[in-house]
């Protein structure tokens, strides 16, 4: 149950291991067993300097989010309370991209950096990289937040997205292209790497 709860977090392993009361090795082999039998799937960190950016820690999603939602007994009801929707959002977004991940090249990870900046998903084949940043909100604007633009001011993409509820909208920072994209045109990022 308490990874359940921690879909779109940072998973310390020895942390779990204390409030669960059982060794970091059986921890490991109980999160290895949930991604071979498809429950959960680890999302590792993207870096290309190691010593700024968070390297060890995984974020873990659900396969089925209504196994993670009965677990946290959430199931069936109408409306899920608003701090976890969040992630929950993030959870279905992720899988609707690694979905359309046709290559077996593609890689979906997270960025964090130790100075707290983050990206939801990096999306990258060979050198090619797409940030993607998941919204639970309808943007009526394009608004980008201090993190992504670090990001693409870092790594220079070509095209940057932000999920979110609402309509399509576009700006361009820098060289990059930022594509506003509601959420069921998701599966569209993918076409920018084939």
């Given at each position: 149950m308490n990874i359940a709860s921690q879909i779109g977090n940072l998973v310390n392993i020895t942390e779990l291991s204390s409030t669960v009361g059982i060794s970091d090795k059986t921890i490991q082999q109980y999160l290895w067993y949930l991604e071979e039998t498809f429950i959960l799937k680890k999302v590792t960190p993207y870096h290309r300097n190691v010593r700024s950016e968070i390297t060890?820690?995984?974020?873990y999603y659900f396969y089925d989010t209504g196994l993670r939602n009965y677990l946290?007994?959430?199931f069936g009801i109408p409306v899920i309370p608003s701090?976890?929707?969040g992630h929950l959002f993030e959870n279905i977004i992720f899988h609707l991209i690694r979905l359309h991940a046709h290559f077996a090249s593609t890689r979906i990870h997270f960025w964090?950096?130790?100075d707290n900046?983050?990206?939801?998903?990096?999306?990258s084949t060979g050198l090619d990289v797409i940030p993607v940043e998941v919204k639970y909100t309808r943007l009526s604007s394009v608004q980008t937040s201090r993190s992504f633009k670090s990001f693409l001011d870092k790594y220079k993409p070509e095209k940057?997205?932000?999920v979110h509820l609402g309509e399509k909208m576009e700006e361009t920072f820098d060289t990059?292209?930022?594509?506003?994209?509601p959420f069921y045109e998701s599966a569209d990022i993918m076409k920018d790497l084939q």
């Open positions: 060890k820690s995984p974020i946290l007994g959430l701090a976890l929707s964090r950096t130790t900046a983050e990206v939801d998903f990096v999306v940057a997205y932000v990059t292209k930022i594509v506003f994209l």
